[in-house]
Nanobody, 125 residues
């Protein structure tokens, strides 16, 4: 059974940092891309960043390049999203996602990935 369990959301001031974690289980990680979508109130869900576990290929949305970094801990089967220089427009529910196709997890290829339960990130002064 595929499970994606997120943690690390919260409230942070503009310019601050947060690190999200996604612990994955129930599937062979080497065959999957894992990453993050986000959905702000009144907006569609968008792909933020993802990594293909097998070869380390990564994707970042233009809106987060240079500020967010995705990484993995193979021993813990966990993906991290380090978010720096946060802006109010980064406020959203962040969802961990997994699929064999990196494009699906990046949100640029049609498909329905496995989803985590979501974690709220609020950037506000």
């Amino acid at each position: 059974q595929v499970q994606l369990v997120e943690s690390g959301g919260g409230l942070v001031q503009p310019g601050g940092s947060l690190r999200l974690s996604c612990a994955a289980s129930g599937f062979t990680l080497d065959d999957y891309a894992i990453g993050w979508f986000r959905q702000a109130p009144g907006k569609e869900r968008e792909g933020v960043s993802c990594i293909y576990w097998g070869d380390g290929s990564t994707y970042y949305a233009d809106s987060v390049k240079g500020r967010f970094t995705i990484s993995t801990d193979n021993a813990k089967n966990t993906v991290y999203l380090q978010m720096n220089s946060l802006k109010p427009e980064d406020t959203a529910v962040y969802y961990c996602a997994a699929d064999r196709d990196l494009g699906v997890v990046a949100g640029i290829t049609p498909g329905v990935p496995y989803w985590g339960q979501g974690t709220q990130v609020t950037v506000s002064s």
